[in-house]
């Protein structure tokens, strides 16, 4: 079976920084993409980034991009979402997610079907 398990969520004020994680098992990153999503009260699940297959390419939602950081360890089977520059409007639970090789859409990388969720960590940005 495959399991996620996220960590690092947590309280922080605007500008600052959090690192989560995810621990990976039963699927490795040449399996599929690893992704990050989030959802705040009241709103959709939404594609925050993604890492394609065996280290491809990095995706970033227009939100995020230039604050967020997506890397892969395979080392400690764990991918990990650095968030610097934190606003108000990033707080929400992250997932963390993967994606089959095969049903990974680079052009579409935030609607591809998720194989297997992590639970939610909880990310509070206090302006």
């Known amino acids: 079976d495959v399991q996620l398990q996220a960590s690092g969520g947590g309280l922080v004020q605007a500008g600052g920084s959090l690192k989560l994680s995810c621990v990976v098992s039963?699927?490795?990153?040449?399996?599929?993409?690893m992704c990050w999503f989030r959802q705040a009260p009241g709103r959709e699940r939404e594609g925050v980034s993604c890492v394609a297959p065996s280290d491809g390419p990095t995706f970033y939602a227009p939100s995020v991009k230039g604050r967020f950081t997506i890397s892969t360890d395979s080392a400690k089977s764990t991918v990990s979402l650095q968030m610097n520059s934190l606003k108000s409007e990033d707080t929400a639970v992250y997932f963390c997610?993967?994606?089959?090789?095969?049903?990974?859409?680079?052009?579409?990388?935030?609607?591809?079907?998720?194989?297997?969720w992590g639970q939610g960590t909880q990310v509070t940005v206090s302006s």
């Open positions: 039963g699927f490795t990153f040449d399996d599929g993409a």
């Open positions: 997610a993967a994606v089959r090789t095969s049903l990974f859409d680079t052009n579409a990388w935030w609607s591809s079907p998720v194989d297997t």
